[in-house]
Each structure stands twice: as structure tokens, then as C-alpha cells.
């Protein structure tokens, strides 16, 4: 593990709730979240590695859109996308 990943679970020691902040933060520095995060993570917090990969695609579909909090959760806001896929019509 790098001492980088170290100081950011370092950070959030005897918290309850920093998930979220935790994969933000190893997101944010490491530009995604390797296999070997995942791992360092589920052993810092005590959720399963499934748990964090389901958090975190969630997850990285709000940082991508907005850094609002929902101000009661304090988690990222959800967000609504509608798309129409068409076929591709050849000429």
C-alpha cells in the first residue's frame, strides 16, 4: 500500500460514515480506484470489496456531475439521466 493511501485512511481514523470521502479522496489522487485500494479500503472500513465497487460506480458517476451533498445524508446528490439509443443505419 502507499504511504499516500496510508495518510488518507490515517485521516478518517475512528470515524463512522467516510466511505464516500475515502474513495473521493483515493479517486481524486490516484486518478481511479485500483484493485489494491479497494482492498486497503475494505480492510480500513469493514465493507466488503463488492460493497465498495457498488459504492464506487455509483459514486463516480456524482463526482463526474456535481459536487453538491444532499444536506441531510451528506452524500453526493443523486442524479437523473435519460438517453435514446438508435440504431446505426447504414447507407
Known sequence: MSSA???M???HKDEKGTLIPIL???QQEFGY???EAISEVSRFTGYSENEIFGV???SVTNILANTALDTIAK???SK???V???GVHKK
Open 80 to 82: 437523473v439521466c435519460a
Open 9 to 11: 485512511l490515517a485521516e
Open 75 to 77: 452524500i453526493p446528490e
Open 33 to 35: 480506484l485500483s484493485p
Open 5 to 7: 493511501l496510508d495518510e
Open 56 to 58: 464506487s460506480s455509483e
Open 84 to 86: 435514446r439509443i438508435e
Open 24 to 26: 473521493q479522496k483515493v
